[in-house]
């Protein structure tokens, strides 16, 4: 099964994200209002309808703070491939001054450039330990629709939800996500601690009592490794047919999304589009778990232990259920909220057995197309200004 460490945070985010919504429809009815709480209920409603805040861009110590801040977020951000949206969507709101709804849109453009910049830079990157790929497109294959299906189920979301109830998510969502990598470093900390202290152990053993080296042979001879160009690492990391295949999704999903813009909103029509991206995100996702469960099942019948991907678990019926979950749960808080849904991916292609590089240059891979997705059904919906759009965007895209 995949890690526990996960799976108590998608049951986090689940029941929080639930009692919050449920509260927003007892906050809505009359019966539930007193007399005693009339006052904080009509404020809270004048807040959650307040018009949108944007801005004006112009020179100020708050731009420039928050050039710095997105420039800093974004580059933590892609090295351990959850995007930044947690750093970006409260500096916008509360530096720049803009509203929850419009700082999770800005977020998604700032997201969008990050993840490009990162992408091209992996792509010459080759990998740390064998001659395939860095980014694994099986993994991407597997998540990519289903978080791209969440992220339009996110912004849909985001439009009918009133800006306290997304204020509200947004600090359920930092709170999970900071405590558990708080967690998660000290864990690592003891680790590395842990390995440092037996490697020093071995080192003492090296040397006898009369202080002489002992050389174990045991060790194989290091043979220097041949090192590939640039280009060649660069041709390496592109597998084409994987690449066209999620290039194909994204673009349905692109194409299911403008026509959408052009017909009545909640219209039979409307729903009729919105319900075809299912059968295309089921569809590739089928494709690709079929795919994995047949050659796991094929490896075990001769006892081959070797992976299958770069993820080292077993790929039954509810492990592949489970990365549905979150690739669409990631998906909707990220649309909704402005979060690139890699604070979910990320740390659980590290759980499933993926190496760190692998993992970071493969979330961020899939953040990329989830992003621009995101980004052009934003700006369909009138939701970011495009003067800080394109700043925040292009800035970060050239500095990264």
Known sequence: ?????????????????????????????????????????????????????????????????????????????????VGGGGIFVPMLTLIVGFDTKSAAAISKCMIMGASASSVWYNLQVPHPTKEVPILDYDLALLFQPMLMLGITVGVALSVVFPYWLITVLIIILFMGTSSRSFYRGIEMWKEETYLKSE???????????????????????????????????????????RLLLLFVVWFCFLMLQVVKNDVTVCGTTYWVIFCLQFPVALGVFGYEAVKL????????????????????????????????????????????????????????????????????????????????????????????????????????????
């Open 293 to 400: 469960y047949k050659e796991y099942k094929k490896r075990l019948s001769v006892g081959n232990t070797e992976c299958i991907c770069e993820a080292s678990i077993a790929w039954t019926p509810l492990n592949i259920a489970f990365c549905a979950l979150c690739g669409i749960l990631g998906g909707t808080v990220g649309g909704l909220l402005g979060s690139g849904g890699g604070f979910i991916l990320g740390p659980l292609l590290l759980e499933i057995g993926v190496i760190p590089q692998v993992a970071s240059a493969t979330a961020t891979f899939v953040m990329m197309f989830s992003s621009s997705l995101s980004v052009v059904e934003f700006y369909l919906l009138n939701r970011f200004p495009m003067p800080y759009g394109k700043f925040l965007d292009q800035f970060i895209l050239v500095c990264l």
């Open 1 to 81: 099964m995949a890690g526990s460490s996960s799976r108590g945070m998608v049951a986090y985010l689940l029941t929080g994200f639930s009692l919050a919504v449920v509260s927003a429809f007892f906050l809505a009815d009359p019966v539930f209002k007193t007399p005693e709480s009339s006052g904080l209920l009509n404020s809270v409603a004048l807040h959650s309808s307040t018009d949108r805040v944007w801005p004006r861009l112009e020179f100020s110590w708050r731009s420039v703070l928050a050039t710095v801040i997105g420039f800093l977020g974004s580059a933590c951000g892609t090295v351990g491939g």
């Open 199 to 241: 490697i020093a152990g071995r080192k003492e053993a090296l040397v006898n009592s009369r202080g002489e080296l002992l050389i174990d042979t045991t060790f194989e001879p290091l043979i220097p490794k041949e090192e590939k160009s640039k280009w060649a690492v660069f041709c390496l990391n592109l597998n084409w047919k």
